[in-house]
């Protein structure tokens, strides 16, 4: 039976294509290093602006991911 006890960590991912995507980024980097990741939350959305149009996206996660025994 699971605890549900929970290490969080705080990463922040960027896409110059959509917040979607700078999230999709940020998880995919992240499961390459972390194990057992069960859930995100997004903090924070920003953006970079050059010549009047969006030019990146920025989307700060909390990653959730499960101990290891």
Known sequence: MS??????VEIVGSS??????????AV???SQTLREIRWFEVTDT???????????YQVTL???F???D
């Open 3 to 8: 605890d549900h006890v929970y290490k969080i």
């Open 28 to 30: 995919a980097r992240a």
């Open 46 to 56: 920003r953006g970079h602006v050059e010549d009047g149009r969006v030019a990146h």
């Open 62 to 64: 909390r990653i959730g």
């Open 66 to 68: 499960t101990l290891e």
């Open 16 to 25: 110059p294509d959509s917040i979607e995507d700078a999230v999709q980024r």
